[in-house]
């Protein structure tokens, strides 16, 4: 575990970043059928749940829709991504530099089952606080330094032994 820490930190996924792993390869509005995947307005009896207690998507993510909102690092806008350029762009597409609302995505426990979706989105300003917000932290990987003069040397030693 010292080693998880060490090399990796967490921070808000961008919108792209959620979006791509909350659908999992899917091109449906939903991984799967709404009731086993989120909790809602329909099924949370007007309540926040325990994680993990609905199904996973195709990548053992737990609970992607429904539950509460999550909060993602993007600034809200309503049309950022309309129209995508650039081949760049439609495979990581950024949001706004800036904005005075942030994205939450994937819809709540007290959000109708129509709303429930992996397109839907809505913003919020970074102060407001509810019970129908979350968050969903990403890893990310941080090479140590230290090792890379190892991993330059273990790629060039097949060079290094037809020398020998």
Not at 8 to 37: H, M, N, V
Not at 90 to 107: C, E, I
Not at 149 to 154: A, G, M, Q
């Amino acid at each position: 575990m010292k080693i998880a820490k060490r090399y990796t930190k967490s921070r808000l996924p961008t919108e792209a970043e959620w979006e791509y792993a909350a659908r999992a390869g899917s091109t449906a509005s939903r991984y799967g059928a709404l009731d086993s995947i989120a909790w809602h307005s329909g099924n949370s009896e007007a309540e926040i749940h325990p994680v993990e207690k609905k199904e996973k998507n195709l990548w053992n993510l737990h609970d992607m829709l429904g539950n509460v909102w999550k909060w993602l690092a993007d600034w809200y806008k309503s049309d950022c991504y309309q129209p995508l350029g650039t081949a760049q762009q439609k495979a990581d597409p950024k949001g706004p530099p800036s904005g005075t609302d942030r994205v939450v995505r994937g819809g709540g426990w007290l959000n109708n089952p129509s709303s429930v979706r992996l397109s839907n989105r809505d913003d919020n300003q970074p102060e407001f606080r509810d019970s129908n917000l979350g968050i969903r932290c990403a890893r990310e990987v941080i090479p140590p330094l230290t090792l890379l003069p190892f991993f330059s040397f273990v790629r060039s030693a097949p060079q290094a032994r037809k020398n020998f």
